[in-house]
């Protein structure tokens, strides 16, 4: 399994459909990232020959976020392994059952299996929209809640926001591997994410990987927005 950085890493989020752009990043990028985020959008236009393409640069982190029956995710748990990810991504949300055959199907992989990452509430879901799925209590609630359950059923770690970690950490301590979208560099545009922080802010309060897209795949020169963020985190 990937090994957790010294200090937090860098995970760039390649989100296009386009594969020349995604190999000209992943290119560029290289020296000052930890790994490649590869997801739905590129997997399903281009499928796993194209990211196993990506994933010659640096360590593949595998975000298709399964859901599903165990024995369907074990056996696509299975057929991601074979893209050799250093991490994969299922829903919390999906049950014990379900992360438990994931991580079952993972180990089937041996000592260099992917981490499993088990999302808890999206960044996205609104207090309003998790109360329509008819879940009691706020986000911070069920992002404990599914943590915990997560983390019995055999999750190697979490995906969660940038103000979630502290609490994560607060209930788990050191141990899981928590993985942060939501980062963005002081004066970057928000786009559409809400809960953010800056890297050294996300690192100081304990993530491990910071997932980072477009504050890095928009800049006038990739490559230096890149550079800076790792600086920024190694100051
Ligand atoms: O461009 P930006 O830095 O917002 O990209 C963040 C990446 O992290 C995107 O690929 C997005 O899909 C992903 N992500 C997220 N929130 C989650 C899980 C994944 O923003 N809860």
């Known amino acids: 399994m990937i090994e957790r950085p010294n200090r937090a890493g860098i995970i760039a989020a390649l989100d296009t459909q386009s594969p020349e752009?995604?190999?000209?990043?992943?290119?560029?990028?290289?020296?000052?990232?930890?790994?490649?985020?590869?997801?739905l959008e590129f997997f399903v236009a281009n499928g796993p020959q194209a990211v196993a393409r990506i994933a010659r640069h640096r360590p593949l982190f595998l975000d298709l976020k399964?859901?599903?029956?165990?024995?369907?995710?074990?056996g696509?748990?299975?057929?991601?392994?074979?893209?050799?990810?250093?991490?994969?991504?299922?829903?919390?949300?999906?049950?014990?059952?379900?992360i438990e055959a994931a991580r079952r199907a993972a180990e089937e992989a041996?000592?260099?299996?992917?981490?499993?990452?088990?999302?808890?509430?999206?960044t996205s879901t609104s207090p309003a929209t998790l109360s329509e799925t008819g879940v009691a209590g706020g986000p911070a609630q069920q992002v404990l809640r599914l943590a915990r359950l997560a983390l019995d059923a055999g999750a190697d770690g979490l995906v969660c926001a940038?103000?979630?970690?502290?609490?994560?950490?607060?209930?788990?301590?050191a141990s899981p591997l928590l993985v942060?979208?939501?980062?963005?560099?002081?004066?970057?545009?928000?786009?559409?994410?809400?809960?953010?922080?800056?890297?050294?802010?996300?690192?100081?309060a304990g993530a491990d990987w910071l997932v980072i897209g477009?504050?890095?795949?928009?800049?006038?020169?990739p490559a230096s927005a890149a550079a800076a963020i790792a600086a920024e985190l190694a100051a």
Do not use: Y
């Open 21 to 39: 752009q995604a190999e000209a990043w992943a290119e560029a990028l290289a020296p000052h990232i930890g790994c490649v985020k590869l997801g």
């Open 76 to 98: 696509a748990v299975r057929s991601a392994c074979a893209l050799r990810p250093a991490m994969l991504t299922i829903h919390a949300s999906g049950g014990a059952p379900m």
């Open 214 to 221: 477009r504050p890095i795949t928009t800049a006038a020169d």
């Open 180 to 204: 942060v979208p939501g980062v963005r560099p002081a004066g970057s545009a928000r786009g559409d994410q809400t809960r953010v922080a800056t890297p050294a802010e996300t690192a100081a």
């Open 162 to 173: 940038p103000p979630e970690v502290a609490l994560i950490r607060a209930a788990h301590g």
């Open 66 to 74: 399964f859901h599903d029956i165990p024995n369907t995710v074990a």
């Open 110 to 122: 041996g000592a260099d299996r992917p981490a499993i990452l088990a999302v808890t509430v999206l």
